[in-house]
């Protein structure tokens, strides 16, 4: 009940295209539905979170889409650059306290000119 | 902005030997927890801390580890006898009191057991 299935496990986009990472967990519990993007050599940095009191969340560039009868969230990135080269982590969680995050097992997106 | 800072950035030490991670969490933060990744792989949980105790460990945190938070700002991850096994990044974060919003990672160790 405390896994968060991620995939793809890796993604090559063009410029300008739409990159799109899945994330799928279990426990129902769960209420806080963050992605993190990681570059090479740093920690993984909070992107966009979402909460199930809504089904999408977008912020710029980035967009969450969130099914919560499938319990399953998605990353969509528009206008892909390559400066969103990057690893991209899901992660599910309780909101209202700290318990631990649960992470997926990470997207390593590369986007080329 | 606010930062967790983790040091050293990178250690290698004898297998058997025993290392001390360091990070100092926001200061305002009073949740911590260590991570580790495995070069390529997931995000494991290790440990959180509040309240000068262990509020969770997985079953990764044996026997070996321990944690402390031996002043007002810094708190550390000891591995008393490395294992190759230990070879990954270690990642500290901190997180406000009753939320995992804001949950903020460092830059991580790179730990490498010879």
């Known amino acids: 009940q405390q896994q968060v299935k991620q995939s793809p496990q890796s993604l090559i986009v063009q410029k300008g295209g739409i990159s799109i990472i899945n994330c799928a967990y279990e426990n129902t519990a769960f209420d806080y539905f963050p992605w993190y993007q990681q570059f090479p050599g740093k920690g993984p940095a909070l992107l966009i979170a979402i909460r199930p009191d809504v089904s999408e969340k977008k912020e710029g560039r980035f967009t969450i889409s969130f099914n919560k009868s499938a319990k399953q969230f998605s990353l969509h990135i528009m206008d892909s650059q390559p400066g969103d080269s990057a690893t991209y982590f899901c992660a599910a969680g309780p909101y209202y306290n700290t318990d631990k995050l649960i992470f997926g097992t990470g997207t390593r997106l590369q986007v080329f000119p | 902005e606010p930062e967790v800072t983790q040091t050293p950035s990178h250690q290698v030490t004898q297998m058997g030997q025993e290392v001390i991670l360091r990070c100092v969490p926001i200061s305002n933060h009073l949740y911590f927890y260590w991570y580790r990744q495995i070069l390529g792989q997931k995000v494991e949980f290790l440990v959180s801390?509040?309240?000068?105790?262990?509020?969770?460990k997985s079953e990764i945190f044996d026997d070996q580890f321990s944690v402390e938070r031996p002043d007002g700002s810094n708190f550390t991850l000891k591995i008393r006898s490395t294992k190759l096994e230990d070879s990954a990044m270690y990642f500290c974060?901190?997180?406000?009191?009753?939320?995992?919003?804001?949950?903020?990672f460092g830059s991580g160790t790179r730990l490498t057991v010879v």
């Open positions: 974060a901190s997180s406000e009191v009753g939320s995992n919003y804001g949950y903020t």
């Open positions: 801390f509040y309240n000068n105790e262990i509020s969770e």
